[in-house]
């Protein structure tokens, strides 16, 4: 599990997306500064052929028209060659210049003359017309590499049109290393700003990662907050109605299993339940029968009307007796219903520290006239399975007994601790009480009916020997652990529920 969970945090959805999206815009990025440099050049020698064939085609209007000596024209041909970066030269027949945009003459007309009469063998034509040719050539005096144009004009003149290459190259490494600048800041940017994006649409899912984690451990109380209508948040309301369908199931299945456990164990137990039922009722009530008996008799036959004062003890021996088996028959009743399984148990989830605090309270004013303190644990709440009714029992038969036995420093004490084993989670309910421990020859026989380890104390408060019984059988009818811990300054009964 554990190697499950890193594994999960390592390929965690949020740093999938985000490595996703930046290798995606990186890659991008690269691409386009590798398409730069493979075509970018070609781009620019091909835009620099199309613009020096329209100066040509300009030039070649203008002289044809023969209005190459105004201000006018002057202006556009300066302003072409220095939006094109070209030189331009034409001549006529007798080798007079006619339209120059650079001082440097010569130069061109070297080139021209080259050009026309010794054509280089290393010049790279890329195109050509009826009056024209357009190639790559090579400056040996400088080792530039020139576009050149040149050719005849409709009038006969001769022109020579070039464009350095350098400069085109120039312009291309600076936008390929402006390209990866701008790219490198635009992915660093992009990456925090895909960062924070999909932390905030991650944060959901994660949320219902934690949710369905929960749920594994059969804990059914975390519930998804839905922050709109998008296809996470209709997940997580699905997820929180399976959450609720399962915990009723959950809920629904142990107490069918519950049920069925006990119908296994009943029908063994019914015939030995009923024949140690009628005994213990016949022996216990044997003694309150035999006082009401003696009593009533002494009524009759000895008691004077004018001696009231016995009268009414007689009556008070007879009352109480008759009350105290009233009590017993009303628990043995309860305690046949649990043993014969007639008393379904009800399986439910519920805060057993919520149940432990309201009983508390309930029973302050005893509590305040017996002079007990009691010590109460205040935990978290803490959730657990069983049938809350009985649980109650449960705890009112412990502190009652509790109640009845405590001595020396006077203190109740009730704590919780919480036991986490591989296959099951259960917390720990134990109610301790001051006093003197139980013998040791007694442990054994406490829970069984009718068992009174201090007989003349037990009917001093009224005590039936059954309260112990009940607690047995409501946690067996729970399948749930229950003891009690001798000390030498007390006793300390406890009973375990599950909280998973």
Not at 221 to 242: A, F, P, V
Not at 296 to 301: H, I, N
Not at 314 to 327: F, L, P, S
Not at 431 to 436: D, I, L, Q, R
Request: hydrophobic residues 40%; contains cysteine.
């Amino acid at each position: 599990m554990k190697r499950w969970k890193n594994r999960l945090a390592g390929h965690s959805i949020r740093h999938e997306i985000a490595i996703i999206f930046i290798a995606v815009m990186a890659g991008t990025i690269i691409l386009c500064w590798i398409i730069n440099n493979i075509f970018l050049e070609n781009f620019y020698i091909q835009n620099k052929k199309d613009a020096i064939k329209d100066a040509y085609c300009r030039i070649n209007e203008v002289v044809t028209d023969g209005d190459t000596s105004s201000d006018a024209f002057d202006l556009e041909l300066r302003k072409t060659c220095d939006m094109y970066n070209i030189g331009l030269l034409v001549i006529d027949a007798a080798s007079n210049t006619q339209i120059s945009s650079t001082r440097d003459v010569d130069k061109l007309l070297f080139r021209l003359y080259d050009n026309f009469f010794r054509p280089g063998n290393d010049n790279e034509y890329l195109d050509e017309g009826s009056n024209y040719y357009i190639a790559k050539v090579m400056d040996k005096s400088t080792n530039t590499e020139y576009l050149e144009m040149w050719g005849l004009l409709d009038n006969g003149n001769l022109f020579l049109i070039r464009s350095p290459i350098e400069s085109i190259r120039d312009s291309v490494n600076l936008s390929n290393r402006f390209l990866a600048y701008v790219g490198l800041i635009a992915v660093f940017i992009s990456a925090v700003l895909i960062w924070f994006v999909t932390t905030r649409i991650t944060k959901p899912i994660m949320e219902l990662k934690s949710i369905s984690e929960e749920m594994t451990k059969l804990n059914f109380e975390t519930k998804y907050e839905s922050r709109g209508q998008n296809e996470i948040d209709l997940l997580g309301e699905h997820i929180n109605e399976l959450s609720s369908t399962l915990e009723k199931t959950i809920s629904e299945l142990k107490t069918a299993n519950n049920e069925l456990m006990r119908d296994i164990e009943k029908k063994e137990q019914i015939d030995e339940m009923r024949k140690e039922f009628l005994s213990n009722v016949s022996h216990e009530l044997k003694t309150p029968i035999a006082l009401i008996q003696g009593y009533a008799e002494g009524l009759k036959e000895g008691i004077n009307d004018d001696d009231t004062e016995s009268r009414d003890f007689y009556c008070d021996v007879i009352m109480d007796e008759a009350g105290k088996m009233n009590t017993m028959v009303r628990k043995l009743l309860d305690l046949n219903q649990l043993e014969f399984g007639n008393d379904i148990v009800t399986l439910e989830r519920f805060d057993i520290t919520a149940l432990i605090r309201n009983f508390i309270a309930s029973a302050e004013i005893l509590i305040s006239q017996r002079g007990v303190h009691v010590r109460l644990d205040e935990p978290e709440p803490v959730y657990v399975w069983a049938d809350e009714f009985k649980t109650e029992e449960i705890v009112r038969n412990f502190f009652s007994n509790a109640m009845n036995h405590v001595s020396g420093d006077r203190i109740i004490e009730i704590k919780y601790r919480l036991i986490e084993e591989e296959h099951a989670n259960r917390v720990r309910i134990s109610v301790f009480n001051t006093g003197e421990p139980i013998p040791e020859e007694s442990l054994p026989h406490i829970w069984e009916k009718f068992y009174k380890v201090d007989k003349a104390r037990t009917r001093e408060y009224g005590g039936s020997g059954v309260g112990l019984s009940i607690v047995k059988a409501i946690m067996e009818s729970m399948n749930q652990h229950y003891g009690v811990i001798n000390y030498t300054n007390g006793v300390e009964f406890w009973f375990e529920l599950e909280t998973k």
